[in-house]
């Protein structure tokens, strides 16, 4: 893959524990990537061993596969955490290491019927960098669900890009899934609980329909199992759950 250069424009405030961070992307190659692909950050700690932390690149791309210069992540703050420690404490101007892009979580060519695309946290990212696509999609007559499970009304990141692209088509559905606290003024499409109860709520044709899973381990794993169960190909159900990897020596 190849070596990046990120150098840090800013951050904005998603929530009391989220933020997204905008980086300037140097490499000696034109930096080409597809929607729903990530990067890998590498940090050094401080007794010398390497390790990265993935994240999908959360920019609303200008096509499907574009060439970029710039790139947003949406980051969580663990207290503890080495990629917390070392972004929190990044200024504007400042550098990292990266490389990429990897990742085969982007729509499939062959258009389907219904798509699903499911999410948790900062899971809902690459869905937001497939937007634009998404659109060119819903133009030729598919439905899409993009199903976002929080806690509460601030886990639902990037809320505003996707109720925009519902309010233009009939056929787009964004369904906010609140397993721990209801909005005081809900949501057409609210729903209490988490993703996996409104999931059981739908029947699925394994000729039409396809899902994406993205974000924590427990929902992917779950929802899996539920879609298999309820007759989706498993080839039909794309995955790609949030773990960090263990560190190695430099």
Not at 72 to 98: C, D, F, H, Y
Not at 148 to 175: C, K, R, T
Request: net charge negative; glycine share 6%; hydrophobic share 35%.
């Amino acid at each position: 893959m190849t070596p990046l250069t990120l150098t840090m424009l800013g951050m904005e405030k998603l929530n009391d524990n989220t933020v997204n961070i905008n980086f300037k992307v140097d490499s000696e190659q034109p930096f080409v990537i597809i929607a729903g692909q990530f990067l890998r950050l590498h940090f050094t700690q401080d007794d010398g061993f390497e390790t990265f932390r993935s994240y999908s690149v959360a920019n609303i791309f200008p096509e499907e596969k574009a060439e970029i210069d710039e790139v947003s992540i949406a980051v969580s703050w663990v207290p503890g955490g080495l990629a917390t420690e070392k972004l929190s404490n990044m200024q504007a101007g400042e550098q990292l290491q990266a490389t990429g892009p990897y990742g085969r979580f982007c729509l499939l060519p062959d258009r389907h019927e219904r798509y699903f695309l499911i999410a948790t946290g900062t899971g809902v990212t690459p869905y937001r960098a497939m937007l634009k696509e998404i659109e060119l999609r819903l133009q030729a007559g598919s439905q899409f669900y993009v199903v976002m499970g929080a806690q509460d009304e601030s886990g639902l990141l990037y809320e505003a890009d996707f109720v925009a692209l519902e309010q233009q088509y009939d056929h787009f559905h964004y369904i906010p899934c609140l397993s721990r606290k209801q909005r005081a003024q809900a949501g057409p499409n609210d729903q209490s609980g988490y993703v996996q109860s409104y999931l059981a709520q739908h029947d699925f044709d394994p000729e039409d329909d396809i899902a994406y899973l993205c974000g924590n381990p427990d929902m992917v794993d779950e929802a899996f199992k539920l879609l298999k169960e309820k007759g989706l190909p498993v080839p039909l159900i794309k995955r790609e759950k949030y773990i960090s990897p263990a560190p190695r020596k430099k």
